[in-house]
């Protein structure tokens, strides 16, 4: 089976703008989380996706949005970039929410 | 907030050494989990153990679990180059609504293995 794949992989944007990113998680699975890596505040979870259903979200502000398709692909959105927001994100499937987690290689955001 | 907290964070240790590294957590825990990370790439899925187990194996990797001091412990044996990564451990939490999908990981102990 293909893995988690993440797209764009890497990504540079200004203060104010928003960004969209992508996940397709490995087939079969019906779970995408999403995770925030920063090298002051580690991983941190965004927001969990099931069935396109939103059923979980983490301490992060409004500006964090996402939405996952018919198909399982869920995307993350962030508007109103703040230099804050550059970090490594990372988006992970499973076929149950609380078993193994199959992470992508991540989207590298800078906000410059 | 981090529910698991690795120790050491950093691990220096020759090619066929044993590395061991801890980690605590503070809540009652459905599984915990173990992932390695080369230079800010993606997880790769090393080991699961479950609340009811006490131990696991999985080729050089041996895991244990004691939920009674809420600690859990990974042992390489034989360490290779190829070992050198970040090691993660995150704890999935007893089902509720506010768990799901939801791994709350350590800060992580760096080991680098020298050839």
């Known amino acids: 089976k293909a893995g988690v794949t993440q797209t764009p992989r890497y990504l540079i944007k200004t203060r104010g703008q928003q960004v969209t990113l992508s996940c397709s998680p490995i087939s079969g699975h019906r779970s995408v989380s999403w995770y925030q890596q920063t090298p002051g505040q580690g991983l941190q979870f965004l927001f969990e996706?099931?069935?396109?259903?939103?059923?979980n979200k983490g301490n992060f502000p409004g500006r964090f949005s996402g939405r996952q398709f018919s198909n399982s692909r869920s995307e993350m959105n962030v508007s109103t970039l703040e230099l804050g927001d550059s970090a490594l994100y990372l988006c992970a499937s499973s076929l149950l929410a609380e078993e193994t987690q199959y992470f992508g290689p991540g989207t590298r955001l800078l906000v410059l | 907030s981090q529910q698991g907290e690795e120790d050491p964070q950093a691990l220096s240790i020759q090619e066929g050494e044993n590395a061991t590294m801890n980690c605590s957590y503070k809540?009652?825990?459905?599984?915990l989990q173990w992932y390695r990370q080369n230079s800010g790439r993606g997880l790769v899925h090393l080991i699961l153990i479950r609340s009811n187990e006490r131990e696991k194996h999985s080729g050089r990797l041996r895991v244990t679990l004691d939920t009674s001091k809420k600690s859990s412990s990974l042992l390489i044996t034989a360490s290779r180059a190829a070992d050198t990564a970040s090691y993660f451990c995150?704890?999935?939490?007893?089902?509720?609504?506010?768990?799901?999908?939801?791994?709350?990981f350590g800060a992580g102990t760096q080991v680098v293995v020298t050839p």
């Open positions: 995150a704890t999935a939490r007893v089902l509720t609504t506010d768990s799901w999908g939801k791994l709350q």
């Open positions: 809540t009652s825990i459905n599984n």
């Open positions: 996706y099931f069935s396109e259903t939103q059923r």
